[in-house]
């Protein structure tokens, strides 16, 4: 069982930065793909970002394309979320998964964080 643990969430203002990291508590972290999920009140759990076990591939949800950077390192059994630009409809609950099929839905997902809050004012 990976344990995984998230920080870095808060508040901040329309156009800020965030950035989240997600440390796990082993080294079979490098086996798995990671991916950031978030959920805001009332919707259903929402694909992010993800990266591959060597972090050379990333694939983004189009609504964060261009905004958000997600990346690893291996060496610390970490993953990270930067997040650029924000607007108040990324606020949400933004949660570390791990998995070992290609992730675009929860179904794919092996492992989860205990989420992080992200909150944008306007």
Do not use: H
């Not at 344990?3 to 930065?17: D, I, M, R």
Request: glycine letters at 10%; charged letters at 20%.
């Amino acid at each position: 069982q990976v344990q995984l643990v998230e920080s870095g969430g808060g508040l901040v203002q329309t156009g800020g930065s965030l950035k989240l990291s997600c440390v796990a508590s082993d080294g079979t972290f490098s086996l798995y793909r990671v991916a950031w999920f978030r959920q805001a009140p009332g919707k259903d759990r929402e694909f992010v970002a993800t990266i591959n076990y060597g972090g050379d591939t990333t694939d983004y949800a189009d609504s964060v394309k261009g905004r958000f950077t997600i990346s690893r390192d291996n060496t610390k059994n970490t993953a990270y979320l930067q997040m650029n630009s924000l607007k108040p409809e990324d606020t949400a609950v933004y949660y570390c998964a791990l998995g070992r099929k290609p992730i675009r839905t929860p179904k794919e997902i092996d492992f989860w964080g205990q989420g992080t809050q992200v909150t944008v004012s306007s």
